[in-house]
């Protein structure tokens, strides 16, 4: 059995075997917001033979309100009612039944939807409707929380290894949870390497990525000098690790002399201005970026 949803949110899914639609809101008589989840039916292929066989009789119930479907709905509610950016609502009671189950197509409506942001707490009353009369009416509600959109591997990443597009997914985690440093965007993710090793499903910290090495330590590289009027090319000899756009301590393989340069490529680095050696090596090479 399939359902069809329709919710009056274009950001309303509800689920994978389900399809959606949308439609403008319009207040009910009280000048109140009514969301309306409507639920249909769609015979199987499976349900369809079942159903030619004289033998086995059809479900008692075909249409069935879930707990999943209706916190979806609340959330998508609360986050317009000003809750927050983007909230994941709970419904109190017995999650291993359905909120409730019909013998014949029903509407859905969540109306007198009010929250508390001191307790995080939310409340609405549920009608189910069917041919026009309130079949069914019942209070609900429960717990929510602001969510944060984040990108999380998915699957285990070693250090040094790239984190390519398709390692990565967004997946909704507690706002209260989510530290300041962490990456919020997939984009900040793609070409970095972990430090470390990474697990998969977690929120990934700035510091546990960077740009991978491009340059080794002990590679020869050409050393670009930039003066006033004047540009110095000549070699040198990497002494760390280092990724595009990272400082790395180069020694100059005539003058002997070690200096911090910007790497720019796997064969090629930029010496800093003489005001900004002193400052890069009180940091360190690798800990000093540039955008």
């Not at 979806?72 to 317009?80: K, S, Y």
Request: with cysteine; net charge positive; glycine share 6%.
């Amino acid at each position: 059995m399939k359902k069809l949803f329709r919710f009056r949110h274009p950001a309303f899914i509800a689920g994978s075997q389900a399809t959606q639609t949308s439609r403008p809101r319009s207040p009910n008589k009280s000048g109140m917001t009514v969301w309306v989840l409507a639920l249909f039916m769609m015979a199987s292929p499976a349900h369809a033979a079942l159903s030619e066989s004289p033998t086995l009789a059809a479900p008692k119930y075909n249409f069935r309100l879930s707990y999943e479907d209706t916190e979806q709905a609340v959330g998508i509610a609360l986050a317009e009612k000003g809750a927050g950016a983007k909230v994941a609502a709970t419904v109190m009671g017995a999650r291993g039944q359905a909120l409730y189950s019909a013998d014949k197509p029903i509407s859905v409506e969540i109306r007198g939807l009010t929250f508390d942001k001191n307790t995080q707490r939310w409340s609405a009353n549920v009608l189910c409707i069917s041919e026009d009369e309130v079949v069914s009416a019942m209070p609900i509600g429960g717990r929510y929380e602001e969510v944060a959109e984040l990108p999380v591997l998915k699957r285990a990443v070693r250090a040094e290894d790239v984190i390519k597009d398709e390692d990565i997914e967004l997946r909704d985690y507690p706002l209260s949870r989510v530290h300041g440093d962490v990456v919020s965007d997939l984009a900040a993710l793609v070409g970095k390497s972990p430090l470390r090793s990474i697990s998969a499903g977690r929120p990934i910290r700035d510091a546990e990525i960077s740009a991978p090495n491009v340059v080794n330590k002990n590679s020869i590289v050409q050393m670009r000098y930039t003066t006033a009027g004047m540009q110095i090319t000549t070699s040198g000899q990497v002494q760390t690790d280092g990724g595009v756009g990272q400082v790395v301590a180069v020694r100059n393989l005539t003058s002997k002399k070690v200096v911090y340069a910007v790497v720019n490529s796997e064969n090629s680095v930029t010496v800093l201005p003489a005001g900004t050696q002193q400052v890069s090596q009180q940091v360190g090479a690798k800990a000093y970026e540039t955008n």
